[in-house]
């Protein structure tokens, strides 16, 4: 359900692509160091938003460097890493395993047994590191999980869920129970209900071909009655869609402009403000490409 927190890196200056590059790639290096060249398979992007935010806020002591890797064996790439940056490895090693979960469940996928043997000795050691935020990630997928069977009015049912995974965000950027705990969870639990979201809107077709439930779906089927699957039914999701998740991005937008931030901030508020609908716009578009096929095809055109 991560990897839509991204940069537009098109609109980003040198050095703040540089910066954003280097929070990255200083995550993979972690993920490297203290689990496996393997585990690094669990980065994401949106583990780099968290790093920028809460690097900006606290102001750690910060450790540069460069090096090769897998990905980029022939040129050095650098990195930045501080200690916020060893607890965003630790939380993308934690989620990654209940993902991998979470595929081997629903789907029985080989890519979900083979993550739960990756990183189920990991995801024991980080329970014992962070007590608090791993009892409300457990929590509250199980949560999710019950709510998913549950049998309620679609809007309802969907703000449930969102709602959950919200919480489960807000956890994960309350790094320090301070006085800034307030503002962080308010804003990441927004983002979180974004994502939730926006996760069910490019995965639309999938869902529909396994038949598993997708609050999108659901709300839409009850508001205009099931129509045929085809392009043109998946693209009017788009105009309603963007509704709930602009109000949702914006109240995020809207707590992070709260906090104290400033470096970093030009970055922020290009990823809140522009990267962030990256692979809505790429799903989208794709619908859009494809429903005009099919009405040439048909002559409707």
Known sequence: MFGYVLANTTELNEDELARYRSCYCGLCHTIGERYGSLERVA?????????????????????????HCIVHPLKKHRWMRNAITDYAADMNVYLAYYNALDDAVDEGSWKGTMGIRLFRSHAERIEQLYPR???VIRNELALMNE????????AVKADRLANSFGRLLGE??????DRWEPGLRAMA?????????ADAFTDLEHDVKKGTYNPLLTMHDMAEGVG?????????????????????????????EKLPLERDLPILRNIL????????????DERAKKAGKEKKNDGSV
């Open 228 to 256: 045929e699957k085809n392009s043109e039914y998946f693209v009017s999701f788009d105009i309603p869609s963007r509704s709930i998740l602009t109000m949702h991005v914006a109240a995020a937008a809207e707590e992070l």
């Open 273 to 284: 403000y522009s990267g962030i609908w990256a692979r809505i716009n790429a799903a989208a």
């Open 172 to 177: 994960l950027f309350v790094w320090k129970e």
């Open 147 to 154: 709510l998913e069977k549950q049998n309620e009015e679609p």
């Open 189 to 197: 639990e927004a983002l979180g209900r974004y994502i939730y979201m």
């Open 133 to 135: 935020q791993c009892e």
């Open 43 to 67: 980065l994401t992007y949106d583990m780099t938003f968290l790093i920028l935010v809460l690097s900006s806020l606290y102001e750690p002591e910060e450790t540069e460097g460069e090096g």
